[in-house]
């Protein structure tokens, strides 16, 4: 149900006095530096400590999941006025970050098709940021093509003995715990012999090898299951019926991916065309003096800004419950276009000062902006490459006819 404006100001003005009463003022407009990636091992300080324990507590981290499991029980109209109500303060909200794909794709799965059982033993430690989830679909051979994946798990009675290789998980290295697609059954066709476990990281049966990216940083890895065990009650949704899981987790990845599920993460940056006026100067009227790139950033934020529109409008649309679909992959190739074009635009905008890697010639913010470009290049493949968003669009929404890619 939708919120009346005076449920929300109220709201508003609960979050506020909470935050002032919980938010160190150290940590104000630090963004997620105080907890670094977690594979790195950054040193956390005791007040960065203090504020995830008590925005885990309140649930605050994890805002519209059940309170019953930890999350905070609000509806998404009250966690966009939380969010605003950080960013007024310079807060961010570091438990997503911490989980990796705990809260973005884990949990909000689990929340779909776990038991009771399931959603009490693992929900409420993503919502306090003490264990973090990532993903096992791809292989060496099943990218695109994932439902021909080929690690096998096999029912030994009172336990699952996995077997086989990962590659690309994200944060592999530093997770706790995988979500995995598994084949349960070889004799089937091959998307109905796969079932989804949630294996435990922390066995001698799993090893991992990060790979290093172009980006200077090693965010996934290779993941290697070599008799690796999982319990009767990891399997998630039923035996045999992963795919549907599966694919139930990425569209929860692209709806993460689409710019329409903030939860706190800071200042909003500076606008573009107002970087691009201290690097390329103004003309006698105040207006940008490159008249070209002028047009370019024109379109770039107007193109960014339906993107925003269009994502509110779905969220109002669906009185601020948006439900996970097919729809998301267009949102997810819209924002893929939109950061994309504004991280090539800030390159050029900076010039040779865009193409800092480290060194005291470059700000902080040139390098980032370097890292955001390169970075950014893996948009347009992680959570399905953009031509398989667009497959999934012409064949789910638009009813075209099947592509030589099945699924
Ligand atoms: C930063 C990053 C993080 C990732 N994290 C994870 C993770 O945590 N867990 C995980 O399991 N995986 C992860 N991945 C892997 C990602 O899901 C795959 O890279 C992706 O699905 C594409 O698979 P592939 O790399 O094997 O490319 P391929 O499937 O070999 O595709 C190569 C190219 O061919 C195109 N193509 C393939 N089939 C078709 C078709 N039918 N129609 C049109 N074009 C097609 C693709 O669009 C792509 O351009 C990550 C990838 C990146 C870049």
């Known amino acids: 149900m939708a919120d009346s404006n005076a449920d929300l100001d109220a709201f508003r003005a609960e979050a506020r006095t909470w935050l002032e009463d919980n938010f160190p003022a150290s940590l104000k407009d630090k963004g997620l530096a105080p907890w670094g990636a977690r594979q790195e091992g950054v040193h956390v300080d005791d007040d960065a400590r203090a504020w995830q324990a008590s925005l885990g507590a309140k649930g605050w981290g994890t805002p519209t999941w059940p309170a019953e499991y930890g999350g905070g029980g609000l509806t998404n109209q009250q966690a966009r006025v939380l969010q605003e109500e950080m960013a007024r303060i310079g807060a961010s909200n570091p438990i ?33 940021g003490e264990i973090a989830w990532c993903i096992g679909y791809s292989e060496p051979n099943s990218g695109s093509d994932l439902a021909s994946l ?38 089937k066709p091959k998307r109905e012999g796969i079932s989804f476990m949630m294996v435990s990281m922390k066995q001698s049966g799993v090893t991992t090898r990060p790979i290093q990216l172009i980006s200077g940083s090693s965010p996934f890895c290779e993941t290697f299951f070599n008799d690796a065990r999982a319990e009767k009650n990891d399997l998630l949704g039923p035996l045999n019926e992963g795919w549907s899981v599966g694919k139930r987790l990425l569209q929860h990845e692209r709806a993460s991916q689409t710019g329409g599920r903030g939860s706190g993460s ?33 379109e770039q934020v107007m193109a960014a800004a339906a993107h925003t529109l ?36 800030m390159i050029e905008i900076m010039g040779n000062q865009g193409l800092g890697w480290e060194g005291e010639g470059f700000s902080k913010s040139e390098i980032d902006a370097t890292r955001a470009w390169l970075g950014g290049k893996a948009q347009s493949i ?12 012409s064949k789910n929404i638009l009813g075209l006819p099947e592509t030589t890619q099945k699924g």
Not at 120 to 125: D, S
Not at 321 to 339: C, D, H, L, P
Not at 383 to 391: D, K, L, T, W
Request: overall charge positive.
């Open 150 to 187: 080929s690690t096998r798990a096999e029912d030994k009675g009172d336990y699952w003995l996995i077997n086989g290789q990962k590659v690309w998980t994200s944060g592999a290295n530093a997770a706790d715990w995988c979500g995995a697609l598994v084949r349960t059954d070889t004799s």
């Open 310 to 345: 269009t994502t509110r409008r779905i969220a109002a649309e669906a009185k601020g419950n948006v439900q996970v679909s097919a729809a998301q992959s267009i949102m997810k190739n819209s924002a893929t276009i939109v950061g994309q074009l504004h991280a090539e635009l």
């Open 382 to 393: 992680y959570g399905g490459s953009y031509e398989i968003q667009n497959n999934i669009i």
């Open 266 to 298: 800071g200042p909003a940056p500076k606008p573009i065309h107002e970087i691009a006026k201290t690097y390329v100067g103004t003309d006698e009227q105040g207006r940008l003096a490159d008249l070209d790139l002028r047009g370019r950033i024109v």
């Open 96 to 128: 997503p970050a911490v989980a990796i794909m705990g809260v973005t794709m884990v949990g909000p799965t689990i929340l779909d098709y776990g038991t009771k059982e399931q959603k009490q033993r693992h929900i409420p430690p993503i919502c306090r």
